[in-house]
């Protein structure tokens, strides 16, 4: 208990003592690794700090910045859900005994979170395509159920939506007062958790919207790729990623041991515990500073939790590496991506339907979006990450767009594969739109070698 009480203070330590050096506050949520400021070994507790993503004092952030003569024409929003309980239990331990009522002198606060539910009370099956409409529209049991979002997942939404809103609408005036339903695109996968999710963010970006002009659609596949989704040859590459990951695992004894010490703890084969996938509860653990679980024969510790998140984190630098996992997800982010595109493209014409477009998703789905764009030394998502794309048109010159990518608040549009380049071929502020369509439609393609130049070629490439 003490270890993880110290622990817990870090994440209120950090902005303090970086401060201190003259770092800002800001520095800290950069997801590319900085020589600089960041320490050359990652540490696994600082990483699985950042990732639980405990909500304090509002964050900075990039969104919405533009030259004055740039016109904010839509915005596409991925996010990954707030924070959840566990997927799975730790075998033969008591699961950690989280509430997930939402109680507004609860921490963490959030002076709309009384409001949100009152407004979902008087929600109806009428704003959700089947089968989202049996979905409960907040979190509502006193034990968690697996999986189930928390109200820390909740103020993270509502957090989110509300800085949206303060540059979107606030700011750039993206919706008129009186937005009609087909100005909003909304989608989400079947979970408790994704819906939720997104209907907490929409309440933070259009407190008390009005339920007629809401619909969510719901989404079958994690990788939103609706129609397209057959393609054996992502099969094939997920395959190679997923031998690659056993492998490394089999090489790496200090893992094979901690598994063993923890088996040993709750009494079970360790192939069984492993199955359990326990960092995904200890996460919840550390997230929600309880301790560890322990049985007679002793407690899993800080120590099992630093070697499996080393492991993790290593895992993920070798998967940069091998970029078996570029082409699964150059692949499996394209029919999103093109549908994006073609939202973008419909607005670029004048359209005005669909301006601002929010997919309530999974780290499965931000994964590979951030890896098909080149973003591979961005952090795994965190819960209740963003990944936004903003449209922008020229008022000087109005047939010329421009595209912004951020995550986390964070500008990423000159580390993606489209526009890396960019500064050193056009005295533009901007990254021209075309770069993205180009991209989209063919470039992601050449990047993955062979000679596809297309989706459906490049899914059945014979001989792969
Ligand atoms: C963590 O929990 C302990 C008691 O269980 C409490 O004393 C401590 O203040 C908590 N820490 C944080 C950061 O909430
Ligand atoms: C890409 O989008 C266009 C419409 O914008 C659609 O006609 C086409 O089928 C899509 N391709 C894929 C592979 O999703």
Redesign the pocket.
């Known amino acids: 208990?003490d270890v993880?009480?110290a622990l817990?203070?870090l994440?209120?330590l950090i902005p303090v003592s970086t401060a201190k050096n003259g770092v800002s506050s800001k520095s800290r949520k950069r997801i590319m690794p900085d020589p600089v400021t960041e320490p050359p070994v990652t540490d696994p507790v600082y990483e699985a700090l950042l990732y639980c993503n405990i909500p304090s004092v509002a964050e900075r952030s990039m969104e919405g910045h533009a030259p004055h003569h740039f016109k904010l024409v839509s915005v596409h929003v991925f996010i990954r859900h707030g924070d959840r309980y566990p997927l799975y239990v730790i075998p033969k331990t008591k699961r950690p005994e989280i509430d997930c009522t939402l109680v507004a002198n609860r921490?963490p606060y959030h002076p709309k979170l009384e409001a949100f539910i009152s407004h979902m009370s008087k929600g109806s099956g009428a704003s959700f395509e089947s089968p989202l409409n049996s979905l409960p529209l907040y979190p509502n049991h006193p034990l968690c159920e697996m999986g189930e979002l928390t109200q820390t997942g909740v103020v993270q939404h509502l957090q989110n939506g509300q800085l949206l809103r303060d540059i979107y609408l606030k700011k750039h005036k993206l919706l008129p007062n009186d937005w009609s339903a087909d100005q909003l695109y909304l989608e989400t996968t079947g979970k408790s958790r994704t819906l939720q999710s997104g209907l907490a963010l929409l309440y933070g970006f259009l407190p008390d919207f009005d339920w007629k002009k809401i619909y969510f659609r719901h989404q079958p596949s994690a990788l939103f790729c609706s129609g397209s989704c057959y393609c054996p040859v992502r099969n094939q590459y997920l395959e190679k990623e997923q031998r690659r990951q056993y492998l490394l695992r089999l090489k790496n004894s200090q893992l094979e041991k901690t598994y063993g010490e923890m088996a040993k703890i709750v009494d079970v084969p360790t192939k069984q515990l492993r199955a359990a996938n326990p960092i995904d509860s200890m996460l919840c653990h550390l997230c929600h500073?309880?301790?560890f679980p322990c049985t007679r024969n002793g407690c899993v510790d800080m120590e099992h939790f630093k070697v499996i998140k080393t492991h993790q984190i290593e895992d993920e630098r070798e998967r940069r590496e091998k970029k078996l996992y570029l082409g699964y997800s150059l692949l499996g982010a394209h029919p999103i991506l093109n549908q994006t595109i073609g939202r973008m493209q419909r607005a670029t014409e004048g359209r005005k339907e669909e301006l601002f477009a929010l997919y309530s998703a999974h780290d499965v789905t931000l994964s590979p979006v951030l890896s098909a764009l080149g973003l591979s030394e961005a952090r795994f998502p965190r819960f209740a990450a963003r990944l936004i794309f903003e449209l922008w048109q020229d008022r000087e010159k109005p047939n010329e767009h421009s595209v912004r990518i951020l995550y986390n608040g964070v500008d990423v549009t000159f580390h993606t594969s489209f526009c890396q380049d960019h500064h050193k071929r056009s005295p533009k502020p901007m990254c021209p739109f075309e770069n993205l369509v180009r991209f989209v439609k063919r470039d992601m393609f050449v990047a993955l070698g062979g000679s596809s130049t297309n989706y459906d070629d490049a899914c059945h490439r014979e001989g792969f």
Do not use: E, P, R
């Open positions: 208990m993880l009480t817990l203070l994440v209120h921490k500073n309880v301790s």
